[in-house]
């Protein structure tokens, strides 16, 4: 990647909930001498949002604004091409997301995104990975809440057991709060896809190369209680085992013989079965034009979920998610509490830029 390029950093949609909140965190604590900007389609808006930052720290009242939309190539392109890293906070991002991925593949411009959408990530995949590949782009999803305290709560339990032979984890996570826009609509998006998700991740696998002479897995657990922990451990269908497994794939100290299961941790059998139900009656109506238009017409009138603006990006999001890991093998087994600092926090925000400062060399 060329060295003379303007910014170390932009972030792209600092003018939404979770991008407000990033870019004060990266005014907080971004170290001296980085070169950032803000990225986005409103310049009136990224003003407001340096106006912001200015408060917390002055030097930023001069911080560069780039205008730039995703349906404008050209202005993406200009963005990809003036940053080593771009992270953006854009979504629901199988709507908004890939026009920047594209941009970013082709300029060679490493690419960080906090999604928890697994058709999104797969479809970029299928499409960009090969071309980021040749300019030397990492793409890099899912470095929000999914999947960053899981990904590193395994990877620190292992290193609480022998891994010459076989072992596994359990990740668990216990959460509050409501939440954002963004993701309502991507839960609904995923409930409306399910046939194409499917699709999309059978077409990655058989395109992803396997670890040789290993095997890693991320299985279904099984609903039950976990006496030793204290709650009802609930199959949890998200994102997060599919990155532990690549993170798995990838890594030859996860072992010759890895196993990963996913799980919510619920107190009382109640929630678990009201839990299930309303699962069960969202499927059902996302399916049907009519309550599927209502759901999403909850989400444009904003009912139900937290606003992805609007707010003091200081005041946090109001909630909280302590995430556990527990590892068994055939002679130890480890647990490790990785909690993300309740309450009133937002751990996608300082995920997305720390991933930002451990970026491996090239090649790596």
Same mark, same amino acid.
């Given at each position: %990647?060329?060295?003379?390029?303007?910014?170390?950093?932009?972030?792209?949609?600092?003018?939404?909930?979770?991008?407000?909140?990033?870019?004060?965190?990266?005014?907080?604590?971004?170290?001296?001498?980085?070169?950032?900007?803000?990225?986005?389609?409103?310049?009136?808006? =990224?003003?407001?949002?340096? !106006?912001?930052?200015?408060?917390?720290?002055?030097?930023?009242?001069?911080?560069?604004?780039?205008?730039?939309?995703?349906?404008?190539?050209?202005?993406?392109?200009?963005?990809?091409?003036?940053?080593?890293?771009?992270?953006?906070?854009?979504?629901?991002?199988?709507?908004?997301?890939?026009?920047?991925?594209?941009?970013?593949?082709?300029?060679?411009?490493?690419?960080?995104?906090?999604?928890?959408?697994?058709?999104?990530?797969?479809? %970029?995949?299928?499409?960009?990975?090969?071309?980021?590949?040749?300019?030397?782009?990492?793409?890099?999803?899912?470095?929000?809440?999914?999947?960053?305290?899981?990904?590193?709560?395994?990877?620190?339990? $292992?290193?609480? $057991?022998?891994?010459?032979?076989?072992?596994?984890?359990?990740?668990?996570?216990?959460?509050?709060?409501?939440?954002?826009?963004?993701?309502?609509?991507?839960?609904?998006?995923?409930?409306?896809?399910?046939?194409? %998700?499917?699709?999309?991740?059978?077409?990655?696998?058989?395109?992803?190369?396997?670890?040789?002479?290993?095997?890693?897995?991320?299985?279904?657990?099984?609903?039950?209680?976990?006496?030793?922990?204290?709650?009802?451990?609930?199959?949890?269908?998200?994102? !997060?085992?599919?990155?532990?497994?690549?993170?798995?794939? #990838?890594?030859?100290?996860?072992?010759?013989?890895?196993?990963?299961?996913?799980?919510?941790?619920?107190? &009382?059998?109640?929630?678990? $079965?009201?839990?299930?139900?309303?699962?069960?009656?969202?499927?059902?109506?996302?399916?049907?034009?009519?309550?599927?238009?209502? =759901?999403?017409? &909850?989400?444009?009138?904003?009912?139900?979920?937290?606003?992805?603006?609007?707010?003091?990006?200081?005041?946090?999001?109001?909630?909280?998610?302590?995430?556990? #890991?527990?590892?068994?093998?055939?002679?130890?087994?480890?647990?490790?509490?990785?909690?993300?600092?309740?309450?009133?926090?937002?751990?996608?925000?300082?995920?997305?830029?720390?991933?930002?400062?451990?970026?491996?060399?090239?090649?790596?």
């Amino acid at each position: %990647m060329p060295d003379d390029r303007p910014y170390d950093l932009v972030l792209f949609g600092a003018t939404g909930f979770t991008g407000a909140l990033t870019a004060t965190y990266l005014a907080r604590t971004a170290p001296a001498g980085l070169r950032w900007a803000l990225a986005g389609r409103n310049p009136e808006k =990224l003003a407001g949002v340096r !106006d912001r930052l200015a408060a917390v720290d002055p030097a930023l009242a001069g911080l560069p604004l780039l205008t730039a939309d995703v349906t404008d190539p050209e202005s993406l392109r200009a963005v990809a091409e003036s940053s080593r890293v771009v992270v953006t906070t854009v979504g629901p991002y199988l709507r908004y997301g890939e026009p920047l991925v594209a941009a970013c593949a082709r300029a060679g411009t490493d690419y960080v995104d906090i999604t928890g959408e697994p058709e999104f990530v797969d479809l %970029m995949y299928l499409r960009h990975h090969a071309e980021a590949v040749r300019t030397g782009a990492r793409l890099v999803h899912t470095c929000g809440f999914d999947s960053i305290p899981y990904d590193l709560g395994v990877w620190f339990t $292992l290193k609480h $057991l022998p891994t010459d032979g076989p072992v596994g984890v359990d990740g668990f996570v216990r959460a509050g709060g409501r939440f954002s826009a963004g993701t309502y609509h991507s839960a609904l998006t995923a409930f409306e896809r399910s046939t194409q %998700m499917s699709r999309t991740a059978r077409q990655r696998r058989a395109a992803e190369p396997r670890p040789a002479g290993r095997r890693v897995r991320a299985v279904p657990g099984r609903l039950g209680r976990r006496a030793e922990l204290g709650f009802w451990a609930v199959p949890l269908p998200t994102i !997060d085992p599919q990155v532990v497994r690549r993170s798995a794939a #990838a890594r030859p100290e996860y072992g010759p013989d890895f196993t990963y299961r996913h799980f919510a941790a619920v107190r &009382r059998l109640p929630t678990v $079965l009201a839990g299930a139900v309303g699962l069960g009656a969202v499927t059902g109506l996302v399916k049907l034009p009519p309550t599927r238009r209502w =759901l999403h017409g &909850r989400l444009a009138s904003g009912q139900g979920r937290r606003p992805s603006s609007g707010r003091d990006p200081g005041s946090g999001c109001g909630s909280w998610a302590p995430v556990a #890991a527990s590892g068994w093998s055939p002679r130890s087994p480890a647990a490790t509490p990785v909690t993300t600092r309740p309450p009133r926090c937002s751990p996608s925000r300082r995920s997305a830029w720390r991933t930002t400062t451990c970026r491996p060399p090239p090649g790596r």
